[in-house]
């Protein structure tokens, strides 16, 4: 695990809303990730979430935060647990890079490696399900891993467009495999897709900048700055993604968790399955 010894500021466009957006990210003495405003401050694990295709939001009755993900997947991925967020402008967290490269250098730069604690990671007795009810190929599962302390990472995506088809990447995660194989993994979207999100109010801060832009249906055409970074970048982010919305859990998970064509929703749905298994416990 890292512990953070300076905190840091990130800013820039907030992927969906295009608005400025200001966090600052700072070390926590008191232990958890805590949001933290002016005059009211959570932890994360108390939050309620809200997923789609699009982002990871975080709610609670004073106010809603969204696309979270990458922000919390840089952080936690790099073995960061404690740490205050606090949101300084804008209603969601900026979408910097479009993965969590900016956000990981930073850690880098602004901690130091602690041990860890044995009994700080969450551990499971039994397997935890979801599935989307209107298509049973898409679910997420994690099972207990009683021989490794890691988070052991299964997931698989298909995408009718031969840019992406059939991806699937297996990992146990720990920081260098964080910051060498995940980090740098951009977020993408479909060209056919591009007027629709616009037009309810997402990705106004995507660009070539921070973003791939897959060509439709039958091409194998795509946009991307200095090319794809990896032939299968694309489940790569899928993974990225996973990692931050189990950051929501408030600890570690040590579990062997296989995804297959899942994305935020499901996740989510399984991080508030796991709550309340561990609320019950």
């Known amino acids: 695990m890292r512990k953070l010894i300076r905190e840091f500021v990130l800013e820039g466009a907030g992927l969906h809303t295009g608005l400025n ?7 926590n003495d008191k232990g958890g990730i805590i949001f933290k405003f002016k005059d009211f401050e959570i932890n994360i694990e108390k939050l309620s979430l809200r997923g789609s295709g699009r982002g990871s939001d975080y709610i609670c009755d004073k106010f809603i935060i969204r696309t979270c993900e990458h922000v919390l997947a840089g952080l936690t991925g790099m073995g960061v647990w404690s740490a205050e967020l ?19 250098n930073k850690i880098l730069e602004n901690s130091e490696v602690v041990n860890d604690a044995d009994d700080f990671n969450l551990k499971l007795f039994a397997p935890v399900y979801v599935c989307d009810a209107n298509n049973s190929e898409r679910f997420i599962a994690a099972f207990s891993n009683v021989n490794d302390n ?19 990447l297996d ?9 060498k194989n995940l980090a740098r993994a ?3 979207a479909m060209r056919s897709e591009i007027e629709y999100l616009r037009a309810h109010g997402m990705a106004l801060g995507g660009s070539l900048e921070n973003a791939i832009l897959v060509g439709n249906k039958d091409s194998k055409d795509y946009e991307a700055m200095g090319g794809l970074r990896w032939p299968d970048e694309f489940v790569r982010h899928k993974a990225l993604d996973l990692i931050g919305d189990l950051a929501a859990l408030g600890r570690p998970l040590s579990a062997h968790v296989i995804a297959c064509k899942a994305g935020h929703e499901l996740h989510l749905k399984l991080v508030d399955k796991l709550r309340r298994l561990i609320n019950i416990k």
């Open 186 to 188: 951009r977020t993408f």
């Open 171 to 179: 990992f146990n995660l720990d920081f260098n495999y964080f910051y």
């Open 21 to 27: 957006c200001v966090l600052k990210i700072s070390p």
């Open 86 to 104: 606090v949101i300084l402008e804008g209603g969601e967290f900026p979408a910097l890079d479009g993965c969590a490269e900016l956000v990981s």
């Open 150 to 168: 890691n988070l052991h990472v299964t997931y698989s995506v298909n995408y009718d467009t031969p840019v992406i088809g059939s991806q699937l």
